[in-house]
């Protein structure tokens, strides 16, 4: 229909089109009234006969056609109050976007949302919606997200509830704050809306370096990994006799830090707070295992598979602090089964955000480049994809992996961060598959 980009769409069925989300409530009518305005200002009024499933093949300039909402909190555990100065502009906005909630799993506060803003999720029935809500008790959460106006969560959420919109939920918990008893009244508080709101998640506090003049905080030791992980599972188990699920999760730091076998896969709710770090480990030792049996099968099948040689191939890969013993360990199950290979693992102390930051997900390419630079790398270097930008070659430090691979003068190689496609690199690189020459190798 002549619709072009440079066009803007301005309303469907004479409804104007404030964001994406009336557009897709909108064009579910199979006869629609589009009215256009051309680039030149001219607007032309177009009907459409279509299948009501059937969407228009527009694609917009901006995700949600309108700029994202920020956050207006000041919370105590912000991490990105806690970046360090000369990062990329975008690395210190805060967003607060149920939209990004609906499209892109963000958790958001609540805080910056008029009641019309909650019957819009309703009506549209966007879900799940992710909530941040750290604890249920208002005036103390008042003072974690100072901010006056944030101690509604219950009410919002039961609008929600009653509404049947799926959810979930996150605490970052702070010692002496949302902690102990607090942790009970908010966990048994959330039960209340399950199974609804699907779950919630527990994660430690992130600490960097860069904290003058926030709140003092303290870090979890052993002991209250272990008080923390007994709450969880308590309701845990309440939850699961109720509803059939296990609702709440702790985060894997708190397993590693109490030094506890991570639970089962069947207790993570299909992984549903995976984003959070809840059953990250579980996944990835349950995925190399599994590669591994598909490559057992493979060479049992191949009755001309030739016996092991002298030839070894040497590769790396990288880990955070955190998580060094479980992937030296499924790394010693990789070299144990597949002959010909010999991986070295190297924990990164992470010196951008300070050493109290542990994950992999936030290690950065000078310091994987620093720590790694003399060290013997091998064949390749294998970097999971959560130490980058999702859609870019990108450490949080803004250097590039091009950058990192030229520093280190040896080929890089990023994986999707699964177990099981790191199995299959592995493959890949002593089948040939991968060059020795090729540039960046980028597999996700």
Same mark, same amino acid.
């Given at each position: 229909? %002549?619709?072009?980009?440079?066009?803007?769409?301005?309303?469907?069925?004479?409804?104007? @089109?404030?964001? @994406?989300?009336?557009?897709?409530?909108?064009?579910?009518?199979?006869?629609?009234?589009?009215?256009?305005?051309?680039?030149?200002?001219?607007?032309?009024?177009?009907?459409?006969?279509?299948?009501?499933?059937?969407?228009?093949?527009?694609?917009?300039? %901006?995700s949600l056609m309108d700029s994202y909402k920020s956050? +207006?909190?000041?919370?105590?555990?912000?991490?990105?109050?806690?970046?360090?100065?000369?990062?990329?502009?975008? @690395?210190?906005?805060? $967003?607060?976007?149920?939209?990004?909630?609906?499209?892109?799993?963000?958790?958001?506060?609540?805080?910056?949302?008029?009641?019309? !803003?909650? %019957? /819009? @999720?309703?009506?549209?029935?966007?879900?799940?919606?992710?909530?941040?809500? +750290?604890?249920?008790?208002?005036?103390?959460?008042?003072?974690?997200? +100072?901010?006056?106006?944030?101690?509604?969560?219950?009410? /919002?959420?039961?609008?929600?509830?009653?509404?049947?919109?799926?959810?979930?939920?996150?605490?970052?918990?702070?010692?002496?704050?949302?902690?102990?008893?607090?942790?009970?009244?908010?966990?048994?508080?959330?039960?209340?809306?399950?199974?609804?709101?699907?779950s919630v998640s527990v994660v430690p506090v992130g600490?960097?370096?860069?904290?003058? #003049?926030?709140?003092?905080?303290?870090?979890?030791?052993?002991?209250?990994?272990?008080?923390?992980? #007994?709450?969880?599972?308590?309701?845990?188990?309440?939850?699961?006799?109720?509803?059939?699920?296990?609702?709440? +999760?702790?985060?894997?730091?708190?397993?590693?830090?109490?030094?506890?076998?991570?639970?089962?896969?069947?207790?993570?709710?299909?992984?549903?707070?995976?984003?959070?770090?809840?059953?990250?480990?579980?996944?990835?030792?349950?995925?190399?295992?599994?590669?591994?049996?598909?490559?057992?099968?493979?060479?049992?099948?191949?009755?001309? /598979?030739?016996?092991?040689?002298?030839?070894?191939?040497?590769?790396?890969?990288?880990t955070g602090v955190l998580a060094e013993g479980i992937?030296?360990?499924?790394?010693?199950?990789?070299?144990?089964?597949? !002959?010909?290979?010999?991986?070295?693992?190297?924990?990164?102390?992470?010196?951008?955000?300070?050493?109290?930051?542990?994950?992999?997900?936030?290690?950065?390419?000078?310091?994987?480049?620093?720590?790694?630079?003399?060290?013997?790398?091998? /064949?390749?270097?294998?970097?999971?994809?959560?130490?980058?930008?999702? $859609? %870019?070659?990108?450490?949080?430090?803004?250097?590039?992996?091009?950058?990192?691979?030229?520093?280190?003068?040896?080929?890089?190689?990023?994986?999707?961060?699964?177990?099981?496609?790191?199995?299959?690199?592995?493959?890949?690189?002593?089948?040939?598959?991968?060059?020795?020459?090729?540039?960046?190798?980028?597999?996700?």
């Amino acid at each position: 229909m %002549e619709i072009s980009a440079g066009d803007f769409l301005c309303a469907i069925n004479g409804q104007e @089109i404030n964001d @994406i989300f009336d557009y897709h409530y909108l064009v579910d009518d199979e006869e629609l009234e589009i009215l256009i305005e051309k680039a030149d200002g001219e607007e032309w009024l177009l009907e459409v006969e279509k299948d009501p499933d059937e969407d228009l093949g527009l694609s917009f300039g %901006e995700s949600l056609m309108d700029s994202y909402k920020s956050c +207006h909190n000041k919370c105590v555990f912000c991490f990105i109050d806690q970046n360090p100065p000369g990062m990329r502009e975008t @690395i210190y906005f805060k $967003d607060d976007d149920t939209r990004l909630s609906f499209l892109q799993g963000n958790y958001v506060t609540l805080t910056n949302m008029k009641d019309e !803003d909650i %019957e /819009r @999720i309703i009506n549209y029935r966007l879900a799940p919606i992710n909530i941040s809500v +750290h604890t249920t008790n208002p005036k103390l959460r008042c003072e974690m997200l +100072h901010n006056r106006f944030a101690g509604n969560i219950m009410e /919002r959420m039961k609008k929600l509830y009653d509404a049947e919109i799926p959810m979930n939920a996150q605490i970052v918990l702070c010692k002496g704050y949302n902690d102990g008893a607090e942790l009970d009244r908010t966990l048994n508080d959330l039960l209340e809306y399950a199974p609804v709101l699907q779950s919630v998640s527990v994660v430690p506090v992130g600490l960097t370096k860069y904290r003058e #003049g926030l709140c003092e905080l303290e870090p979890f030791d052993r002991d209250d990994a272990l008080k923390v992980i #007994g709450q969880i599972e308590t309701v845990s188990k309440a939850a699961y006799a109720k509803h059939g699920i296990y609702f709440a +999760h702790a985060s894997d730091e708190w397993y590693i830090n109490a030094g506890l076998d991570f639970p089962d896969e069947d207790s993570y709710d299909g992984y549903i707070q995976l984003e959070n770090g809840v059953g990250m480990s579980r996944l990835f030792l349950n995925e190399i295992a599994d590669g591994l049996a598909d490559y057992r099968e493979r060479q049992n099948a191949q009755s001309d /598979r030739q016996q092991k040689g002298n030839t070894v191939t040497e590769v790396t890969t990288v880990t955070g602090v955190l998580a060094e013993g479980i992937v030296s360990s499924a790394m010693k199950e990789v070299t144990d089964t597949i !002959d010909g290979v010999r991986i070295n693992v190297y924990p990164i102390r992470n010196d951008f955000f300070g050493e109290r930051i542990t994950v992999t997900g936030l290690l950065t390419g000078g310091d994987i480049a620093a720590q790694l630079k003399g060290r013997s790398i091998g /064949r390749a270097l294998i970097l999971p994809s959560n130490v980058l930008k999702s $859609d %870019e070659q990108l450490f949080l430090d803004d250097m590039t992996v091009e950058e990192l691979q030229k520093a280190l003068q040896v080929q890089v190689i990023i994986v999707k961060s699964s177990g099981f496609e790191f199995v299959q690199v592995i493959e890949d690189i002593l089948s040939g598959e991968i060059a020795e020459d090729d540039p960046v190798v980028d597999m996700r």
